[in-house]
C-alpha cells in the first residue's frame, strides 16, 4: 500500500530533550516536506527537501532541523524542544513537479512541556 | 503573494441536504488546487486534485471546480451523511517560487446532524 508513515504518533516531552519525529514513504516520491498546524494559523511548511541532499528553509524553519540521506526518509529533529514548539506535525511527499498530488502522513501530535 | 480564504468556517446542515464548500484565492497563476478532508486529530485525505487546465472533477458524490479567472473553487457534496463530518481543506500549488510548496485555507469544519 502506497503510503507516508510517520512516527511516534503522540509524543509528550520535556523542554530541552532532544527529539526525532521519523517520516517515510514507499512511492518513491522526489520531494518532501513537513508541516505544523495550530488552531486558526492553518498549515505552515517547516521544511522541504526536493531530492535525496537537498533541503531548504520552509515558513517557520526555527527550532528544527532536517536530513535527507535516503529519498525514502525524511526525518524532522528538534535539538532543543520548547513549549511554543506543542504542535501537530504531518509529513508529506510528492512525485517531483509541481502538479502531482501530495500525500500525507497521519500526523504526530507533540506536546512539549 | 497568494492567499487562500475558505468561507464558511463552519457549517451545520441536516442529513440529506446537498451542500457547497467555498476556497477562493488571490493569485491565479496555479498548478492546481487540491481538496483535502481532515477528522479531527488525524491526518489529511486527499479529496480531489484539479490541475490548472481542467474545470471540474468528481469522485462518488464529491464534485470539484476549479474557476481559475475569478480565484475561486467550490466543492459540491451532494446527499450528505453523518460521516461527511470533517474539516475540508484546500490548498494551491502556485507557479511563483522554486518550493512549489501548497498555500493552504484554514478550511471549513462541516457538521452533518442525523
Known amino acids: 500500500e502506497a503510503q507516508v508513515t510517520q512516527n511516534p504518533r503522540y509524543l509528550i516531552t520535556v523542554t530541552g530533550k532532544k527529539l526525532t519525529v521519523t517520516c517515510s514513504q514507499n512511492?518513491?516520491?522526489?520531494?518532501m516536506s513537513w508541516y505544523r498546524q495550530d488552531p486558526g494559523l492553518g498549515l505552515r511548511q517547516i521544511y522541504y527537501?526536493?531530492?535525496?541532499?537537498?533541503?531548504d528553509k520552509g515558513d517557520v524553519p526555527e527550532g528544527y532541523k532536517v536530513s535527507r540521506k535516503e529519498k525514502r526518509n525524511f526525518p524532522l529533529i528538534l535539538e532543543s524542544p520548547s513549549p511554543n514548539q506543542t504542535s501537530l506535525y504531518f509529513c508529506?511527499?510528492?512525485?517531483?513537479?509541481?502538479?502531482?498530488?501530495?500525500?500525507f502522513g497521519p500526523g504526530t501530535r507533540l506536546t512539549v512541556l | 503573494k497568494q492567499e487562500v480564504t475558505q468561507i464558511p468556517a463552519a457549517l451545520s446542515v441536516p442529513e440529506g441536504e446537498n451542500l457547497v464548500l467555498n476556497c477562493s484565492f488571490t493569485?491565479?497563476?496555479?498548478?492546481?488546487l487540491q481538496w483535502f478532508r481532515q477528522d479531527p486529530g488525524k491526518g489529511l485525505t486527499s479529496l480531489l486534485l484539479?490541475?490548472?487546465s481542467q474545470r471540474e472533477q468528481t469522485s462518488g458524490r464529491l464534485n470539484a471546480s476549479l474557476d481559475k479567472s475569478s480565484g475561486r473553487s467550490t466543492l459540491y457534496i451532494a446527499a450528505s451523511q453523518p460521516g461527511d463530518s470533517a474539516t475540508y481543506l484546500c490548498?494551491?500549488?502556485?507557479?511563483?517560487?522554486?518550493?512549489?510548496?501548497?498555500?493552504w485555507g484554514l478550511g471549513t469544519s462541516l457538521g452533518v446532524n442525523p
Open positions: 490548498a494551491v500549488a502556485p507557479r511563483a517560487g522554486n518550493n512549489r510548496k501548497l498555500i
Open positions: 508529506a511527499s510528492r512525485k517531483g513537479g509541481a502538479v502531482n498530488e501530495q500525500f
Open positions: 527537501s526536493m531530492n535525496v541532499e537537498v533541503t
Open positions: 493569485d491565479s497563476a496555479i498548478y492546481n
Open positions: 512511492m518513491n516520491h522526489e520531494y
Open positions: 484539479i490541475q490548472s
